[in-house]
């Protein structure tokens, strides 16, 4: 017998700004925010485009999640080592390299597997970024195992003191897996709980399998009660209320050196990957359409100012594509470089 | 002299004091047990974890890549399996990040049978370690190997899994570690932590050296002429007796390091005695001897003058805990004697 669909309902963040208010943040951030958003949106979109005609063999990226990903990027403390912050990503994570400054052209790189993609020299899939000078780990496809490393990096910053604090990222299907109940318990060890910043974007997807079918938590976030944690299901389709709430919950974790769960609630725009067609779905929240509507209503942006922002990008990241066709694939004879690091690196 | 266990704790010590190792975390492992095989006893980096396998690997790789260098345990290889994908993920870091990121850590764990373990005490982990590529994998068969391996294993920068011969942590070796005091009660009592209340007790370590066993370098543990025994860990020491025993020219090669390997060495003694049995414990089917065999037959077949054998133990779901079941599961003293008698008077 297949399993009943439940009909449960996300629950709705509780409310940090209302839509009738004048919005809490300065119209420079709104704008930037905007921006940056835009500037996902027409990366990803160009990813699929090249996927889609032969110039790559896989995409997935993170269409949908352009408002909680941006503030996020926005808030880290960016650099190397364990003074700055320590990022342990999924696959999801465009908007929150752009937002930290991020050359969109690597992200190009990456989807045609050349030798210059800067992440992994052509080894691997779209959207798994590692950049060490901005601590940013690794971006691996076993789902969750980046929360079994996070307290790890945790642990060398709370030693070392000072405000840096690690920030580990994933669905929620993946919630399931045990790493996510490792997390919780390495990061909340009594006496030695941990500075992480644990994130669960919820889209309520697996690839094709819904959360209310497998799980019966009403918020994923309920899961760190248990465990002592400050927690919190936010709105992760406003960029507003994102960087608020991730403002607070960061200022927690750099300060009191101690855990904070966070559930986002995002949406899914162009379905899991390419393995799922990567096409436009209409039934979810557009974030960006969203966000566009309010900073209309609120006089900050108009229909033309937000279509100059999509076409300047939209040209820009069209060059790269084109610039990168021509870049170098890698070289055969180094599939075994970098099996080990040498004494001398 | 001291055996393996306390080898060691001594050469962790050592690498706690002077080469930068952070934290020897697993379980039970901090006070007051000191591991389930007191091989971490008296450590001041020391910790207990919760009892989770995965925890303890990604917290290794999370140590690791923030700058700190760990040393896990898993208490039993036994239980290491569950965490294979992040031991993949271990050996793939700097891989598939281009080189930008190593990761400095050890995992160590006992292996084997000897201990009548039963199903879940017995097993080896040499066979699956070496299908993981991107780690260095050490074995010892004596002290004084624990002892430099470690040392070894706490300076490289990659990760290295560190197997320990469970049969073996309780023997005594047969040349000191340097530094180590002449007299075996003297050294139990400054490094053996006491029966009873251990709250107070710290250990008085001796004074240590850098002694280092390079990784990648076999030793002949027996020079001969008239065939070659590759061996480590558990069954090396049991190669040796059946050569004495057997009265048999044997060498005996203790590869010490399963990744990388010394080729050369075992290549050097296979073309003078054009005989080679490999043994090794653990299951037979895809055992990393069956690799030697392959590149001995590739590239030493027109050396040899009998064909290149494994004696490994028993493809069996399990080790059954009746000493009979043990014994005929794994190779034993008599079946190593034997395999060397009729591959040295193996001919065409
Ligand atoms: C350990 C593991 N199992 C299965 C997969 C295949 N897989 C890739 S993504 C995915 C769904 C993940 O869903 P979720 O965690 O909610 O993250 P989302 O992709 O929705 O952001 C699955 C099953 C995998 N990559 N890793």
Known sequence: ?345 | MANMAQAIRMALHYAEENLGVTDIFGEDVGAPLGGVFTAIQGLKTAWNTPLDERGIIGMAMGLAMGGARPVAEIQFCDYIYNTIDLLKLAGNTCWASIGQWNLPMVVMTPVGSGIRGSLYHSHSFDATATHIPGWKIVMPSNPLDAYGLMISACREKNPVMYLKPKALLRIKGEAPIPGEPGDDKQLSKMIDAPLGDRSKWRAQWPDLTAYAVPIGKARIARPGGQLTVVSYGRTLPLCVKAAETTGLDAEVIDLRSLWPYDWECIKESVKKTGRVLYVNEDTEVTNFGEHLVRRTVDELFYELMAPPRLLAGKFVPGIGLADALEMASVPQLGDISEAMQKLAAEAP
Not at chain 1, 1 to 27: I, Q, Y
Not at chain 1, 160 to 181: C, K, L, M, N, Q
Not at chain 1, 215 to 231: E, H, Y
């Open chain 1, 1 to 345: 017998m297949a399993p009943r669909e439940r009909k449960l309902k996300a629950v709705p963040a509780g409310p940090l700004v209302t839509h009738s208010d004048e919005l809490p943040l300065d119209k420079k951030l709104l704008l930037q925010m905007h921006e940056l958003m835009v500037k996902t949106r027409v990366l990803e979109e160009r990813l699929i485009a090249m996927y889609k005609s032969g110039h790559g063999y896989f995409w997935i990226g993170g269409p949908g999640e352009e408002a909680f990903n941006v503030p996020l990027g926005l808030l880290i403390k960016k650099g190397r080592g364990p003074a700055f912050d320590f990022l342990h990503f999924h696959y999801r994570q465009s908007g929150t390299l752009l937002a930290m400054g991020e050359d969109p052209i690597n992200s190009l790189r990456q989807m045609k597997n050349t030798a210059t993609d800067p992440y992994s020299g052509g080894r691997n899939f779209a959207g798994h970024f590692s950049k060490r000078d901005w601590n940013i780990v690794p971006v691996s496809s076993p789902i969750e195992v980046q929360y079994a490393m996070a307290p790890g990096t945790a642990l060398v910053q709370k030693r070392h003191g000072g405000d840096g604090i690690t920030i580990v990222t994933g669905g929620d299907a993946g919630t399931a897996e045990g790493d996510f109940a490792s997390c919780l318990i390495w990061s909340s060890r009594p006496g030695n709980e941990l500075p992480v910043l644990i994130i669960v974007t919820n889209n309520r997807w697996g690839i094709s399998t819904s959360y209310n079918t497998q799980q019966s938590a009403a918020r994923l976030s309920d899961r760190g009660v248990a465990f002592q944690m400050r927690t919190k299901t936010i709105d992760g389709n406003d960029p507003i209320s994102a960087y608020l709430e991730l403002k607070e919950a960061m200022e927690y974790v750099r300060t009191e050196r101690k855990p904070y769960l966070v559930e986002a609630n995002v949406s899914r725009l162009f379905g899991h990957s390419s393995a799922s067609g990567a096409n436009y779905v209409k039934e979810e929240v557009d974030c960006i359409t969203q966000f566009e509507e309010r900073l209309e209503e609120q006089g900050l942006l108009s229909k033309k100012d937000a279509q100059a922002v999509r076409e300047k990008w939209n040209e820009q990241i069209a060059d790269m594509a084109r610039a990168v066709k021509d870049e170098p694939q890698p070289d055969p004879a180094t599939i075994f470089d970098h099996t080990f690091a040498s004494e001398e690196t």
